[in-house]
């Protein structure tokens, strides 16, 4: 017997809900073909040993264990927390029968072993989008990510997501920046950075020094360096300007500046250097990305990702990769909050009604129905020879536009239920309006 | 660092593998919705408490926990096992934002936490449709719902899948049967019954006797009982002519006939009663049903489902239910083994490879797949300025059937890569043979 069991941090959507997050789905996957990324499905477990790395990530996974195993399992698993990991061991797995350089899409749940905790998802779904090559991944694949992931929400616009800013940075930038001015403990000062937002430069200049062990004039041109932002390639003038030398530096900043150039010609003003952004995530080693939602800043990064040079090895052969990843549930909670004003017009496919005249001749409203059906035009059956009022009440609960009236003897008539309008019909011909066929969504 | 790690059971798709599974799981939801049915999507865990059951099934669960989890926890998790149980705790959630009888439909994964062995799916795609009323449920929807499911597999057809029957029996029946011959532990009669395949009739007949206490006599008329086949609405006449009473019987047989009338007339030859169908779920209470694959009777159902009159309950309000589930993964085993010979064109979206020139002119590539998406053309951009021929063999390996030759001052030239045709082209207009537009699934 089910009880009620409502679970923080597992949304579950309400049927017009789940229209508005399908189209969204939809449109993500629909872009990512029209960009040549191959759509997968990657299982939900891992191996423990692939998902437990040296940073934090590990204190989030699911464990995932028979129910009555019989003592330890020989090889424990965990469920998947990004879309990443799995791509990089699904790479390893399928080396052999896949062409390079090798484009992924992946639109699917992954899980954060989090405690139970107000605005926490445990359970999200995350759009992902990556290129791999064996050998050597080409500087424009760190272009055209995020340039596919700006075209994916200009598509999403009909459905009141709003515009993005993706802030972009460079690992290489930031660590031969780090090793020019002489720090060694480059995973410390790219953690300090990624506090920046959060605590501010003070607290970081603070942390610079008790963590990575900065003096003075080292976190002075740090935080300098962290303030740079801009959406022309001339912030590279400004970097040199510190004075710091590292052939690290030059290719980092080298690359971002290719990149800036191509966004400033593909997608104006959408893609913005900003060299404070650094990503928690250890496995980045050169463009970082993060983007925000215009006016809505304060929901942090929507859509978030790097290039990766050492995730996947196979022997003796390299498979650098770049992806980022578009956080779904997050941006659900921003359209269904009151602001956005984004509904579907209906929660049911039903676009008709077949109201039943009695019981006993509920088959004339099922060959309806089938003719209908065989047309494309989605539809029910109503539950019930009740009065027809009431009939047509079941119809205008569910926004059901349409009711349909058979009638042996006198044929067919279809009444608009919102205008009252009754009109004689086939249902070997009748259409109705496109905006009536299917559920869509729109803003109110 | 990735390593591979394959895991038996969890089964993963080539990218033209998923474009079969993906044209699947598309048709039977686009059924389903012409059903009317609403799409669903539910989270992946469910409190142990309530997917723990008396019957076997709690033997096949994976529990999940937090990994760095400070002793035990207070509301142990479980990946759900099916998508039945899930709904059943959806509608203890959502009664009141629900207009009911409420048409559901899921296509998504379930786990069963079995030791990893041969040909056992630990985790697996299932497409489920359900009708959940408040108070009374219809008998009608009885029969939808395996109408809809055999509408769905109508309409797989051109991706391979072979003709189905679904049997059906009706758990009133043999319940009133069982105590109509003074039998009265019906959950022993029915798990006796459901091995009638597995074990042969003989060996049912001594399992009635050590697990339900049957005598001879009523082992003997179980066994009529269950050799009863047909797809006619006379197999009531066989039952009768045992010549056994019981109220619950006469509804079962009565549900039975009107079931088969129906779907003789919608359906012909699709379903059949086959009264040795049990299911071995415990809360059915009503029709069961289980799917056979015409000509392929050995890989089991692949469909099955039933009524279940008592699994949701909130306050004193009952919830009955029936519905169905199809299995997405048994279907893609059958239909990527090598007698279906369904293939995919293609495992990449993109219908064109736009070559470039040389690398400094990438941005021209970049502007005529820019204007090839915005007509909803899938393409991508060659990796790198080699060879023409380099080029062509990059689409060639992917099944890509056109190049695209750009150069800012003749214009532009499309190549067939199969023909060799090579014909001018523009971006705004060019358009590709409907065939070629997107990977498509034939059979070779």
Redesign the interface.
Known sequence: ???????SG??????AE??I??AIIDTLEHTF????????????????S?LAKDGEI??E?????????EGAER?P???HFDLT?PL???????AN???F?F??ARVQ?V?R???PQAGRYR?FIQADIDVI?DGEL?G??EV?IPLAVA?AFSRLAPLGVPGIKIVVNDRRLLEGFARGIGLTNIQAVLRCLDKYDKIGPEEVGKLLASEAGANEEQQRLCLKLAAIESDSPDFADEVRALGVEHPLLDAGLESLTTLLR?AA??APGVVVAQLKIARGLDYYTGAVYETQLIGHEELGSVSSGGRYD?????GKKNYPGVGMSIGVSRLMAFILGEESQVRATR????AVVIAVTEEAR??EA?AVA?TL?SR??????S??AAKFGKQIRYAE??DIPFVWFTDGESGHEVKDIRSGEQTTADPDTWTPAEDDL?PRVYRS
């Open positions: 017997m089910a009880k009620s069991a409502r679970l597992f949304p579950e959507r309400l049927p789940r229209v997050e399908k073909a029209l960009h040549g990324f191959s759509a997968l499905n990657h299982r939900a477990v891992e191996p423990i692939q590990d204190k996974i699911f464990a995932v264990s028979r129910l009555h195993s090889n698993l965990g469920l990991v990089a061991r699904y790479i390893a797995d399928n029968d896949l062409s350089p484009k992924a749940p899980w072993g989090e405690r359970e090559a080409p424009h694949f055209e075209d191509a010609e593909r050492s995730l996947v090895t196979v929660g049911t496919p039903s509920r088959s099922d089938a059906r494309d035009i989605p539809c029910e059956v539950p019930n609960r569910r299917w």
